[in-house]
T-cell receptor, first 109, second 113 residues
């Protein structure tokens, strides 16, 4: 079956760096997405990786290794507003999105 | 601001009742989706539509139906609601081009008693 694994919850300190991991086993691969979802709100797009390597976008970076079925989202200079759930999703060979359950990130002052 | 509008935002419904969740987008996206989100689970696809006039079943379609009469609207109907359909429902759309990222509506919180 298809599976996306990410930690359920993580805690980090304001101003620090945190890395949220995502491992996947899917039928084919056509890209990996990270979305941010604040409590009670809709998910919003953060990043997209289809080739191996690091994609940097401001304080957020996303890394992909297709051979290892692995990605991470790196958040730098953490701010209180970064407290949210982070969803990893993989697009499979049928171009359907397979979603992880999300990682709830708690930022402490 | 362009985007996706869902209605109602929240609804409490008696089991056995019929309910339609509305979804309208003004981005002229071809693809639209309905997901449900439950605690501890990833988003699960209920139904999708790649273009007006066509629909398809997702991972959890039982008990739900959709229609896509035009590009903008994609309503989701629960013919006879059951308590297991208590969830937060998100409508989303995608242009299909570029990354194919999804744009989500604000969600509809449905409670079936």
């Amino acid at each position: 079956g298809q599976n996306i694994d990410q930690p359920t919850e993580m805690t980090a300190t304001e101003g620090a760096i945190v890395q949220i991991n995502c491992t996947y086993q899917t039928s084919g691969f056509n890209g990996l997405f990270w979305y941010q979802q604040h409590a009670g709100e809709a998910p919003t797009f953060l990043s997209y990786n289809v080739l191996d390597g690091l994609e940097e976008k401001g304080r957020f970076s996303s890394f992909l290794s297709r051979s290892k079925g692995y990605s991470y989202l790196l958040l730098k200079e953490l701010q209180m507003k970064d407290s949210a759930s982070y969803l990893c999703a993989v697009r499979d060979s049928n171009y359907q999105l397979i979603w992880g359950a999300g990682t709830k990130l708690i930022i402490k002052p | 601001i362009a985007g996706i509008t869902q209605a109602p935002t929240s609804q409490i419904l008696a089991a056995g009742r019929r309910m339609t969740l509305r979804c309208t987008q003004d981005m002229r996206h071809n693809a639209m989706y309905w997901y449900r989100q439950d605690l501890g689970l990833g988003l699960r696809l209920i139904h999708y539509s790649n273009t007006a006039g066509t629909t398809g079943k997702g991972e959890v379609p039982d008990g739900y139906s959709v229609s896509r009469a035009n590009t903008d609207d994609f309503p989701l109907t629960l013919a006879s609601a059951v308590p297991s359909q208590t969830s937060v429902y998100f409508c989303a759309s995608s242009s299909g081009g570029g990354t194919g990222e999804l744009f989500f509506g604000e969600g509809s919180r449905l409670t079936v008693l």
